[in-house]
């Protein structure tokens, strides 16, 4: 799916397509110049704006991409009156957010948008492993018609392991997956999780899924184990 962020903020604008990439999202960003060129030429499934931008705002960009096209639109702005976000949703905006954020409200909120405009259309991420499903985007594991719910760091590790495709993931590839920028998470923690998720594992009657490799890291039973 493809994102386009209008933000002249670099530190917000850089997070936010780091968070969005990790997510295998296609991410385009713009700074507030040249916005409908962009738009034109990029043709992306969503777009994340800011209010406070260059020259013109975005309430005046909204209505004029509105114009263009119906493509979602949610505004992620500091302006947190209710002015502000009455102004915003006239304009033609799906959402609005107010800055702080956090990240997985936000992925929330774009999930709900692009359910409500694509409908059953939308692009799921989906990943599969000996008829297990992982859906990446609404945070489930699926097995035998049955389902269970994730924590966003569950759904990394498990990320990470079904790319692998039963090859061992180290436990410093999946702490670095989860806690990228967080010094003081220590090999513990990531037991934790893995614990956590076995649990789960077993309500699905997959007590073997997730198998531990001494010393070096995690894999998923292939069947052949």
Request: with cysteine.
């Given at each position: 799916m493809k994102v386009l962020i209008i933000e002249d903020d670099k530190i917000i604008l850089n997070s936010l397509k780091e968070y969005l990439e990790?997510?295998?999202?296609?991410?385009?960003?713009?700074?507030?110049?040249?916005i409908m060129?962009?738009?034109?030429?990029?043709?992306?499934?969503?777009?994340?704006?800011?209010?406070?931008?260059p020259s013109f705002n975005g309430y005046f960009w909204c209505e004029k991409i509105r114009k263009a096209t119906d493509i979602p639109i949610i505004f992620i702005s500091s302006k947190s009156e209710d002015l502000d976000i009455i102004m915003g949703m006239q304009m033609g905006a799906d959402d609005y957010i107010t800055k702080p954020f956090?990240?997985?409200?936000?992925?929330?909120?774009?999930?709900?948008?692009?359910?409500?405009?694509?409908?059953?259309?939308?692009?799921?991420?989906?990943?599969e492993f000996n008829e297990v499903m992982l859906f990446v985007n609404e945070?489930?594991?699926?097995?035998?018609?049955?389902?269970?719910?994730?924590?966003?760091?569950?759904?990394?590790?498990l990320k990470s392991l079904f790319e692998a495709k039963g090859e061992i993931v180290t436990r410093e590839k999946?702490?670095?997956?989860?806690?990228?920028?967080?010094?003081?998470?220590?090999?513990?923690?990531?037991?934790?999780?893995?614990?956590?998720?076995?649990?789960?594992?077993?309500?699905?009657?997959?007590?073997?899924f997730l198998l531990t490799k001494k010393y070096?890291?995690?894999?998923?039973?292939d069947g052949r184990n």
């Open positions: 990790n997510w295998e999202y296609e991410v385009s960003t713009n700074s507030g110049i040249d060129e962009d738009v034109k030429n990029i043709k992306p499934d969503i777009i994340l704006m800011d209010i406070i931008l956090n990240f997985d409200v936000l992925m929330v909120k774009i999930n709900a948008v692009m359910k409500r405009y694509y409908g059953n259309n939308i692009i799921k991420s989906v990943l945070f489930r594991l699926e097995f035998n018609d049955n389902e269970i719910n994730l924590t966003k760091t569950e759904m990394l590790i999946l702490m670095d997956k989860c806690w990228q920028n967080d010094f003081f998470i220590d090999d513990n923690t990531l037991a934790v999780n893995i614990n956590r998720i076995r649990k789960k594992l077993n309500k699905l009657g997959l007590d073997d070096s890291g995690y894999y998923l039973n």
